[in-house]
């Protein structure tokens, strides 16, 4: 997983779809945006189907990770840096 | 810094798990019809698919460039690189995910050439702009192969 295996993260889903991770975010999470496919989180370009969701909880970013022989791994990683970085790039993306 | 070839036109095969047998004969074979029409081609793939298709071709008959698939999506992002067409082998939902990235990122055409056990499921999950080859091909490779020779001609000479 590169440098995102070097996270302290949670696994919330494995294997799953796409859809499924984006429904968990918007119903689970307390905030969330959505990001055009290729957008950077812990420097690696994200994969999926637009809209894709990033969820917050706090300074907890909850994301898909896919994998072309496992699917879609939905990860929570607590980082405020990146999670301020993210919020600051998609304003500044929308405006 | 974008590199274009001169001349020519240049496609990308994307693919993932080389879970489904037919994807590497399936492989092979695209990249021998490009070539005979003139297209150069690159293989972006995990670490299997890539040795699957050099064990299968050590000479590189058809096999020209290989990438990593991860340095491939990075170079299409940040627009380093661009090709005329991306064929993405199509078998699962990350397959999916990964045409849909390719399809936003490079602005250029996607074939989704869909195949496996799933195959209608997984060209219903494609809602975005590409053209869609979908056959059950899981260890017969001729359903779909019959449909690429429909289809390449057009694509070669149209998108």
Redesign the interface.
């Known amino acids: 997983m590169g440098c995102i295996e070097s996270l302290k993260y949670e696994i919330i889903l494995r294997n799953a779809s796409f859809r499924e991770c984006r429904e968990y975010i918007r119903a689970n999470c307390r905030e969330y945006l959505d990001v055009p496919p290729g957008f950077r989180i812990f420097d690696k370009h994200i994969i999926g189907v637009p809209p894709i969701s990033i969820g917050f909880d706090g300074d907890t970013i909850t994301f898909p990770y896919t994998k072309p022989c496992y699917g879609t791994f939905l990860m929570k990683v607590e980082d405020r840096e990146e999670a301020e970085k993210i919020r600051l790039s998609v304003a500044k993306k929308s405006k | 810094m974008t590199q274009t070839r001169q001349g020519g036109k240049d496609a990308v095969l994307v693919m ?2 080389p ?1 489904v047998p037919v994807q590497t004969g399936l492989a092979l074979y695209l990249l021998h019809a490009l070539r005979k029409r003139g297209v150069k081609s690159l293989v972006a ?2 670490q ?2 890539r040795l699957l298709l050099e064990v299968a071709d050590p000479e590189r008959h058809y096999l020209g460039e290989v990438m990593d ?2 340095r491939f ?2 170079e299409i ?1 940040e627009k380093k690189r661009r090709f005329d067409y991306h064929f993405v082998f199509i078998h ?7 045409a ?2 390719v399809q ?2 490079s602005g250029s055409p996607v074939i989704a050439l869909i195949y496996g056990e799933h195959f209608q499921e997984m060209a219903e ?1 494609i ?2 702009p590409c053209e869609k080859i979908a056959a059950k091909a899981t260890h017969n490779p001729m359903p779909l192969k019959n449909k690429i020779d429909e289809v390449l001609p057009w694509v070669v000479s149209n998108l």
Request: with cysteine; proline share 0%; net charge negative.
């Open positions: 993932g798990c879970q793939g995990n299997a698919a698939l991860d999506i990075s992002a699962n939902d990350a397959g999916v995910s990964y849909a990235t936003a990122i999950l809602d975005f």
